[in-house]
């Protein structure tokens, strides 16, 4: 997919995440993380500027995930000084979901296309796809896109009307 429904697919995977973290009255932390997995929604496609890494090679894996995951609660952890040990455990949670989030969201929106990917790599080289659509599609991809917006809509909406 294109940069536009990996953002779309970056919001609709995060939008339980940041409606959960809302209600929870995290209002701004759900805000900043929906920020921070729309923008890390496309860093597995930084893959075709690096030499020597195939194209939907080791950025699009769930160790990828996990990897980034890990970081960005790394980041937290060093960063945020909560006003509780138990507080700064949620965030640093929250920061390792987000990242799982952005990247796995990614690898779902490939896999919509005949490519497809290798989630399990270098365990297994087995690719993936639904071939349901190409990349280059503009429909999939303005349709991931309004989907997205629709859910973190709909989750804005439960927050208010809940919350």
């Known amino acids: 997919m294109y940069q536009t429904g990996h ?3 970056a919001l609709t995977a995060y939008a339980p995440l940041g409606t959960i973290v809302a209600l929870m009255g995290y209002g701004e932390i759900a805000l900043v993380g929906g ?5 890390l929604s496309t860093l597995p496609d930084y893959d075709h500027r690096l030499p020597l890494i195939d194209h939907r090679g080791p950025t699009h894996t769930i160790l990828f995930a996990l990897a980034v995951g890990a970081g960005l609660a790394t980041l937290a952890a ?9 507080v700064d455990i949620g965030i640093d949670a929250f920061a390792f979901l987000v990242g799982v989030v ?3 969201s990614h690898l ?3 896999a919509l296309t005949p490519m497809g ?3 399990f790599w ?3 080289r087995r690719r993936y796809s639904f071939e349901m659509t190409t990349a280059d599609n ?3 991809n303005y349709g991931l896109f309004g989907l997205g917006i629709a859910a973190a809509l709909a989750g804005l909406s439960i927050t208010l009307v809940v919350g």
């Open 7 to 9: 953002y779309g697919g």
């Open 35 to 39: 920020l921070v997995c729309v923008a």
């Open 78 to 86: 060093v960063s945020i000084d909560a006003s509780s040990t138990l």
């Open 102 to 104: 952005s990247i796995g």
């Open 108 to 110: 779902l929106t490939d």
């Open 117 to 119: 990917i290798r989630p």
């Open 122 to 124: 270098p365990v297994s």
């Open 138 to 140: 503009p429909v999939a």
